[in-house]
């Protein structure tokens, strides 16, 4: 079973920056996609981005491209995320995701096909 804790949230000012990481344990999640979804207030829980477990592909939602950037260490068992540029409309509280992996390309991650989640790190974006 696996185990996911993130790090890293807090609050910010409209145009900073934050770094998210996430670690994992029970078992190396090396094969596996991992990605990070986020939850506002009041909204559903929605993706974020993904990464293949060669970290040779990764997927982004429109909202965060350019600004977000997601990367993975396989030997620390962690994934991160960059966050740039951030604005109000990033404010959610953050999860850390994993899929059973497949090919090295694979970065697709939906919200039905989640095989694992962390508890989430609130970030606070503000104007």
């Known amino acids: 079973q696996v185990h996911l804790v993130e790090s890293g949230g807090g609050l910010v000012q409209a145009g900073g920056s934050l770094r998210l990481s996430c670690a994992a344990s029970?078992?190396?999640?090396?094969?596996?996609?991992l990605g990070w979804f986020r939850q506002a207030p009041g909204k559903e829980r929605e993706f974020v981005a993904a990464?293949?477990?060669?970290?040779?592909?990764?997927n982004y939602a429109d909202s965060v491209k350019g600004r977000f950037t997601i990367s993975r260490d396989n030997v620390k068992n962690s994934v991160y995320l960059q966050m740039n540029s951030l604005n109000p409309e990033d404010t959610a509280v953050y999860y850390c995701?994993?899929?059973?992996?497949?090919?090295?390309?694979?970065?697709?991650?939906?919200?039905?096909?989640?095989?694992?989640w962390g508890q989430g790190t609130l970030v606070t974006v503000s104007s």
């Open positions: 995701a994993g899929r059973y992996g497949s090919s090295r390309y694979d970065s697709g991650m939906s919200l039905g096909g989640v095989n694992y």
């Open positions: 029970g078992r190396t999640v090396s094969r596996d996609i």
């Open positions: 990464i293949s477990w060669s970290a040779s592909s990764t």
